[in-house]
């Protein structure tokens, strides 16, 4: 393979990372180094049941990918083995399922991330971690959107009960 080939292969490389980067909701980048393969594994299920992509690259192809797509301040937690979790629906998701996983597993660790776009802290990321997913969020609306419904009802009856005893 010639050198021309190799530069070929690794540029596209690195437009696949930042296209990934700037297509994500949401991505968490994690030290993993102290799991063992199994653990991995059921890492990687976990995710990808979500709809989660969890890839390993080479730090020095994600830090030229991190700077074509303008997310530079991820530079200083790319020492390491980096696994990066990309989702492009659901914004939660990876931190979620990385924090829980984190909370049973001591060898994962989350190095930091990006929410829609913007560089996050940790402590952003274990905010969002503790939001509830899209199911609750929407009960959690429908809840809120209910309860003018079913106080109008109750004055509504109330009205009636009144004009009955009235009638009466």
Request: glycine share 6%; no cysteine; proline share 3%.
């Given at each position: ?95 979620k399922i990385i924090n829980s996983f984190a909370k049973e597993h ?63």
């Open positions: 393979m010639s050198n021309s080939t190799i530069i070929e292969q690794k540029k596209q490389l690195v437009q696949e990372i930042a296209d990934k980067f700037r297509a994500s909701q949401s991505t968490l980048l994690v030290d993993y180094r102290g799991l063992d393969v199994a653990e991995v594994t059921e890492l990687r299920k976990q995710l990808r049941d979500a709809g989660v992509e969890f890839k390993v690259y080479k730090n020095t192809m994600t830090k030229r990918a991190i700077e074509d797509a303008e997310l530079t301040e991820l530079n200083d937690i790319l020492v390491g083995p980096t696994a990066i979790a990309f989702s492009n629906e659901d914004v939660v998701a990876p931190a001591d060898a994962l660790e989350i190095k930091g991330g990006v929410i829609e776009g913007q560089v996050a802290e940790l402590d952003q990321i274990k905010e969002l971690a503790d939001l509830p997913n899209y199911e609750g969020m929407v009960s959690m609306l429908l809840s809120v959107l209910q309860a003018p419904v079913r106080n109008f009802a109750y004055a509504t009856k109330a009205i009636a009960d009144q004009k009955e005893e009235q009638g009466a």
